[in-house]
């Protein structure tokens, strides 16, 4: 497992290129803070659905040809890192 200073790391880089991001990216930042927090990943209808202690986001899955993560659902990964203190944004 990671420590806290590379999680804090690798979440001010996603932020920092929002339109080249990988879902494993995200995936990986997750599972990292299952050290810290309850995570759960499901399926959703149209992506995956995190829950990381009591914070939820959604990055979906549709986005034919490429294996890059859609911008807004980057933000909403930011915007759920910065509720649990991991990024200042």
Not at 37 to 58: D, K, S
């Amino acid at each position: 497992m990671a420590d806290e200073k590379r999680i804090r790391a690798r979440i001010a880089e996603i932020a920092g290129r929002p339109k080249n991001v990988s879902f494993e990216e995200i995936e990986w930042v997750a599972k990292q803070l299952s050290q810290f927090y309850p995570v759960e990943q499901r399926r959703a209808t149209h992506g995956i659905l995190f829950r990381v202690g009591r914070t939820r986001f959604m990055v979906s899955s549709h986005n034919p040809g490429s294996k890059n993560v859609k911008p807004t659902y980057v933000d909403d990964f930011c915007d759920a890192m910065f509720e649990l203190g991991w990024y200042d944004g």
